[in-house]
């Protein structure tokens, strides 16, 4: 019996969630690179531009959409 895996989706499409790439943890697009990868780098003190050069299959437009969707997010629940 064959399974399609379901493919979900965030942040305009730049991140990705699929059962079957590491058991459904939020990726960056076209990679299997966690997304939480770039928030525990920063939150870890390192540099934006030393998470890209870490990990080139990332675009620097790519983390900072991601970035912005985060903050949106955050903003969103919170009331003015």
């Known amino acids: 019996m064959s ?3 379901e493919n979900k989706s ?5 991140v990705v969630s699929n059962p079957g790439v590491l058991g459904g943890t939020p990726v960056f ?7 939480q990868t770039l928030f ?3 939150a870890d003190g390192l540099s934006f531009d030393y998470f890209l050069e870490t990990f080139e299959g990332v675009t620097r437009q790519q ?4 970035l912005r969707y985060g903050w949106q997010r955050i903003a969103a629940e919170l009331p003015r």
């Open 10 to 14: 965030a942040a305009g499409g730049l």
């Open 3 to 5: 399974v399609v895996a």
């Open 29 to 35: 697009r076209g990679t299997r690179l966690p997304v």
């Open 40 to 42: 525990d780098y920063l």
């Open 63 to 66: 983390a900072q959409a991601v």
